[in-house]
């Protein structure tokens, strides 16, 4: 069973119409795991394919081909999104340590340390390259910085009356 993925679903028509759903941009069909047990950031998913001549491209020694490229206009027969084709999205730790010391009945006051992505744990802004014809194909572009936030300390002194 083949299970198409990826295609251009609105294009422009003749004068600017734009036409929905078929269009003349082939479809990426599924026709094995994609998945990979070391996945990098250069190599997320296994990229080989077939494309629409039958010619077998992208392949790494040892793996068999898991996209095949459907000819155009051809219906696609599952979703358009699989969240396994998506940004390595980690998790990111923030800490707070408070300490309140009572100094009066009705003075307190509050030491505290607070760490926001405490172990820098850095998500890139994008989500893989998933047009088989794009040199990149598979990999996670890097070169748009850190979308979430570097590693951040702050201090705070609170006095409560």
């Known amino acids: 069973m083949t299970v198409p993925i990826l295609s251009g679903t609105t294009s422009a028509?003749?004068?600017?119409?734009?036409?929905?759903?078929?269009?003349?941009?082939?479809?990426?069909?599924?026709?094995?795991?994609?998945r990979l047990d070391n996945a990098s950031y250069d190599r997320m998913f296994k990229t080989g394919l077939i494309d629409a001549t039958g010619t077998v491209r992208n392949l790494q020694p040892g793996e068999q081909p898991v996209f095949q490229i459907?000819?155009?206009?051809?219906?696609?027969?599952?979703?358009?999104?699989?969240?396994n084709l998506r940004n390595r999205w980690g998790p990111e730790f923030n800490v707070t340590?408070?300490?309140n010391t009572t100094i009066r009945?009705?003075?307190?006051?509050?030491?505290?340390?607070?760490?926001f992505n405490l172990?820098?744990?850095?998500?890139?802004?994008?989500?893989?390259?998933?047009?088989?014809t794009n040199a990149n194909f598979g990999a996670l572009l890097r070169n748009n910085g850190?979308?979430?936030?570097?590693?951040q300390l702050q201090l705070g002194i609170r006095l409560t009356f």
């Open 70 to 83: 459907m000819p155009a206009f051809a219906l696609r027969t599952s979703s358009q999104y699989f969240g």
């Open 146 to 151: 850190q979308s979430n936030i570097p590693r």
């Open 13 to 34: 028509g003749p004068a600017g119409a734009a036409t929905i759903g078929l269009t003349n941009a082939p479809a990426v069909a599924v026709i094995g795991d994609p």
């Open 119 to 132: 172990f820098n744990h850095p998500i890139f802004g994008g989500d893989p390259v998933i047009d088989p």
């Open 97 to 99: 340590l408070a300490k």
């Open 105 to 115: 009945e009705s003075l307190v006051l509050q030491l505290r340390a607070e760490a």
